[in-house]
């Protein structure tokens, strides 16, 4: 719809624009003219005024002269009248007029022209003026003005008929533009038929000449013999074939462009004149293709053109070719024209077809590419009379109705199927049986007959039908007869015919099956074919055998059973099915209808003396599969008969606890009530021994233990070891219930435990409670239950010494802890065996949380450990990495200055352990920097000693304290630093040291006499004796015993050698009573010397060397000992 109002919208916008331009044409002959006369008045530049006005006068007069007699010498006839004409007019217009041709004559013959034309064309010779709105005027004026050779008059009409050309009017326009030489008209009309050539008609072209139309074909179109002949112009087709005749063949058997042959067209215009043309003069294939594969006799068929086809025929096509496609002949398509697919006449005109077809000998067996023949053909198609026509002996006597379709149908199965089928009775079905149709055709594949393809499509009456007339035994390749095909697809009355006409009814199909009639019916549930054989056993009596067994075993009473389809069950029984038999899988009926959920039919069967206690293949005894399918009646009715309540099943599991696994609870009341064991002592993990209760908490069955416990079994009884001790840690961890409720966290099993009495203080093999067990699995919820029971006792400990509270802490359960203090406030005060509060541990632990926590709870921050060093927590935390230890244990309250036994303090741990952390926390909040231990060491002895320059400096920067202190034996920390720091940050202490203290008195000797620089020597410290000596310590300084760097023996005197050889300055000079070479002791007459290089003091022989010290800027010679001698004179690596 959208489509078409564009169309005509387009349309009329077409039009307007041609009005328009009409109009256009108007205005510019109009404008034309005038120019002209403009052109004729000023045609010459130097003409005067007279003379243009004379020209312009001159055209006037000239147009008020035409029709009128005035000057006239001359009249013109015109059909109808003579008018009057001027002779210098008609000679200024036209060389036709020129003066020889009408000096002489008196008139001039216009009488063959129509009238309209006459005064148009006389007007226009006087005014220029022509009205050229029709077109057929303005044709007849481009006529005459090409016979009077009026190049003007010509132009207008021209332009006129370009503007109003159509498809309709193109063809002629252009006859008359080739005849006068239009060249504008021409050129357009032929660009109109080039693009509109398709929607021409032959008689669009019936005026036009022959050789004209000839030449215009073969211009536009590549074929023009098809042109030709689509025209219908049997002139134009014979120039063709005159023209073309050396290539007769290949043209006239040629394809259009739409795949159409020239005897095609011919044939569809209804020209026979041109067909026979074709066929006589150019040789045309009457049975050629077209390009759709189809003959011409086929495509007629296919069009329903009974008019090509009958002259085909008559002219002796042959009619058995076939399409390229379908391979259909043209007897096939002829056959799909039946009444009920096409209007009446085409019906009869087809049907004569058909039968001329046959008369002309046909092949009524010729396949189609899907195996059709015209035969199956008709009878799809419902075509009677073609149908009638095959099967006529007498006209059609080889006709095959026996041939098979691709997918393996024949005649016979088509006439009996829908919707080809006439139905009851089949007459179509029994005219083909009597024709020759065999009715036990076998499918190839399925080896089906017809009979059993019937019956699986369900077609009860055509079966029926044909069993009269079919072998009732044939076994298909599934080993189904046709009784079980049947039977399966509930055909009862098919089922009856079957066995009145003698089907065997006891077949049963291959050996993988098994399966007879009765079986397949009772699989689909078939009451109606159950009932057929029933009837037909009565009236034969050991027919029909109820208890045949398929391949896995089932009779058909106990397949009705498996397949829940109970109605059949007494109509089986009826039949003479066996109550107590078994099926292929070992199942007896009240098994089957157990499994099947089917109460009633158990209790039934129970109620007529079912054997209860018959186990199945699976070793499954009634009651077990009664609970597996949550059959409360059933179990109810077993009991009530006695059977056995603790036979355990093939895993081992008693009737109870197959009923609570399942969360049976109402099956597992009946059993109770029937006096089941609720403990049911059985076999555990790694062969212990455990009730049930424990076997539902282990697996966390909530709803099972509480309904154990609900129903009075033992509480408290943990597993045991098995008959031979067997069982792993579960038989020897001696947990009860409630040990297991607090590990897996079920707490309405605890609850309920409790509200039955279970022990809340029992111990397991570690002595640990339940709430120990809770505690450590930090469940909640069950630790608030278990603090709210009154008889709970807080103080017990378990294998590690831990109470309930110890137990909260270790997993840090705070929550828990606060409970517990709640209950027991001393609790966070017990001490364990190594005199330690909880506070201690936690801070040993680096436990932030729980020292928090006990911090929250006011424990006395200042309690010491009860052993022999009586340590408070702060030193505890002084020792710890974690700031917030001590800074929290601070804050808190603790002492900072409080001593443990051996009067250290807080910073004397944190500078041994080298925790700058606690150190910067101790000295920020007041910390006594100059408190000493009991061997007199500050926190820098402590902290040079163990070698941590970080505490060192935090101490030296961040305290004002006294860094020349020396401790009981002397010593000062410059003193413990040589002696015994570590090598790897002893250099850097020092020169952080000297940084710090650059007056440091680094000569100053402990109680032994021992200087800073000679306690490193003897270390052999290489690094602190340079720092030393480089920053003025004294080289010859001796201790008590005698001993300087010069005499305490190394391994060698290498780093003496060096030290002297890097000496920057002259060394501080030592005292001594003896001389420090020799021995010699000084008197009046031994007077002392001193190297000048070393510092030592020596007697005049020991420094009897004299020699300039360059380095020291001495250049005279001085007195200088024998080593330093040597060193200055060779250096060090010489000597």
Known sequence: MAGTSEAVKLEKHLKLLKEEYTKLQKNYAELERKYSKAAAASEEHDLTGEFSSFISRLVMTVATLYGRTTYSDITIKLKDKSMPAHKFVLNARSEEWREE??????????????????????????????DLQHDSLALELLKTSHRFKLPGLMGLCERALVSSVSVRSCVRFYCVAEDVGAANLLEYCSGLISTHWDDLTPQDFEHMSSPLLYKMLKSKTKHPLHAAVRLLREDVVFLCLVENNASLPEIVNSLSPQGQLPLGLALMGRSTTIAQTLLETGGADINAFTSEGNTLLIDAIKRGDSFTAQFLLEKGCNVDLVTRDTSD??????????????????????????????????????????????????IMSQHGEMIDELLNETTVPHVDTNVRTKDEKCALQLALVPPHTDGPPFELARRLLERGARPNVIHPETGDSLLHSLAKLQLEDAAVFLTDHCNLSHINRAGSTVLHVAASQGLANLTRALLEKGAPPNVQSGVTELKCALHCAVEENHLNVVEAFIEYKEANPDTVDFNLKNAFGDSPLSLALSLGFNELVPLLIKGGADLNARNG?????????????????????????????????????????????????????LCSRGVSLSA??????????????????????????????????????????????????????????????????????????????????????????????????????????????????????????????????????????????PGIDLKIRDKTGNTPFAAALQVR???????????????????????????????????????????????DVNSRVHDVNQTPPLHLAAASDKEMLIRNLILAGARLNDRDATQKTALHVAAERGTVAAVSALLQNG????????????????????????????????????????????????????????????????????????????????????????????RGQAQLCRILVKNGACLGAENKEGLTIFNFKLATNQLLHRLLDELPQESPWASSELCQECGTKFTITMRKHHCRHCGRILCSRCSNNDVPIIKFGINKPVRVCSVCFEVLQIGSGAV
């Open 648 to 789: 355990p099943d093939n895993k081992g599991d008693c009737p109870l606890w197959s009923a609570l696994e399942s969360e049976q609870l109402e099956i597992a009341s009946v059993l109770v009530r029937h006096g089941v064991d609720t403990d049911c002592w059985g076999p555990g993990p790694d062969g212990c021994l455990q009730t049930l209760l424990h076997r539902a908490i282990d697996e966390n069955k909530e709803q099972a233990a509480m309904f154990l416990i609900k129903s009075g079994c033992d509480l408290d009884s943990p597993r045991q070891p098995g008959p031979q001790g067997q069982g792993g840690d579960e038989a020897k961890d001696k947990a009860s219930p409630l040990h297991l409720c607090c590990q897996w966290g079920l707490r309405n099993v605890l609850h309920t435990l409790i509200d039955h009495g279970a022990n809340v203080n029992a111990v397991d093999c570690d002595l640990k409670t339940p709430l120990h067990v809770a505690i450590e699995n930090q469940h909640e919820e069950i630790i608030g239950i278990l603090l709210c029971h």
């Open 101 to 130: 041709v009408i000096l002489d004559k008196a008139e001039l013959d216009w009488s063959d022209m129509d009238a309209d034309v006459g005064y148009s064309l006389l007007r226009w010779v006087y005014t220029d003026v022509v």
């Open 585 to 637: 899988l070992d199942m007896t009926l009240l098994h089957q209808a157990i499994l099947k959920e089917d109460s009633k039919t158990a209790v039934f069967l129970l109620g007529q003396g079912a054997d209860m206690n018959a186990l199945t293949a699976d070793q499954e005894s009634p009651l077990q599969l009664s609970i597996h399918c949550r059959l409360v009646d059933v179990v109810d009715a």
């Open 813 to 859: 359960n705070n929550k828990a802890a606060q409970n517990i203090l709640e209950r027991l406030p001393n609790a966070a005060e017990q001490i364990d065996q190594r005199g330690r509060n909880f506070l201690h541990l936690a801070i040993m632990r680096d436990d932030l949380e729980s020292v928090l926590f006990l911090l929250s709870i006011h424990v």
């Open 927 to 1018: 910390a006594d920097f100059d408190a000493v231990d009991g061997d007199g060491n500050n926190a820098l002895h402590i902290a040079v000693r163990e070698g941590h320059i970080s505490v060192v400096r935090e101490l030296l920067t961040e305290s004002e304290l006294n860094a020349e202190a020396v401790n009981l034996k002397g010593r000062n920390p410059l003193h413990e630093l040589c002696r015994c720091g570590k090598d790897n940050t002893s250099a850097a202490i020092l020169e952080l040291f000297i940084e710090c203290m650059p007056k440091y008195p680094i000569n100053n000797p402990d109680v032994q006499g021992n200087t800073p620089l000679l306690l490193a020597y003897m």
């Open 329 to 378: 002949t043209a007897l096939h398509l002829v056959c799909t024209y039946s009444e009920r697919s096409t209007d009446v006449d085409t019906h009869r005109e087809m049907l004569n077809i058909g039968r001329q077809l046959l008369v002309q000998q046909a092949d009524p067996n010729m396949q189609n590419s899907k195996g059709f023949t015209p035969l199956h053909v008709a």
